[in-house]
């Protein structure tokens, strides 16, 4: 659900996260069984193995200072503390592992941010 822009139903996303994982983590199923679920959450695969890129999506280009911080926090303890910004306003990670997507998702939303795709939240 959306509201005043910004997604709601992150810790369905985390819930639902978690639970794919932890199939791939016992062999249950594939990385590819929950590859359509980070990609519109906002997680991408990297060539290098085991490593993740999360894109973090920037509302109308605007952050507060507060969630600078959060951003920047996030690089820093998930990430090499590199941000990308692209040329749709949003921020990119690189170098993230997935047990640490949840946490990552969680405190971006609650930062008025989301990872979510924009296709999939209008």
Do not use: C
């Amino acid at each position: 659900m959306i509201k005043n822009g910004i997604y709601r139903d992150y810790l369905k996303d985390i819930e639902e996260f978690n639970r794919l994982y932890a199939e791939y983590l016992r062999g249950e199923a594939f990385e590819s069984d929950f590859k359509n679920f980070r990609l519109t959450n906002g997680i991408y695969g990297q060539r290098q193995k085991d490593f993740h890129m999360v894109r973090i999506k920037i509302p109308a280009g605007v952050l507060t200072p507060a969630q600078i911080y959060t951003v920047a926090d996030i690089g820093d303890r998930y990430s090499n503390g590199v941000a990308h910004i692209t040329t749709r306003q949003d921020i990119q990670f690189h170098w993230i592992k997935l047990e640490n997507v949840p946490e990552i998702i969680k405190t971006v939303n609650e930062a008025g941010l989301t990872t979510k795709d924009d296709m999939v939240t209008h």
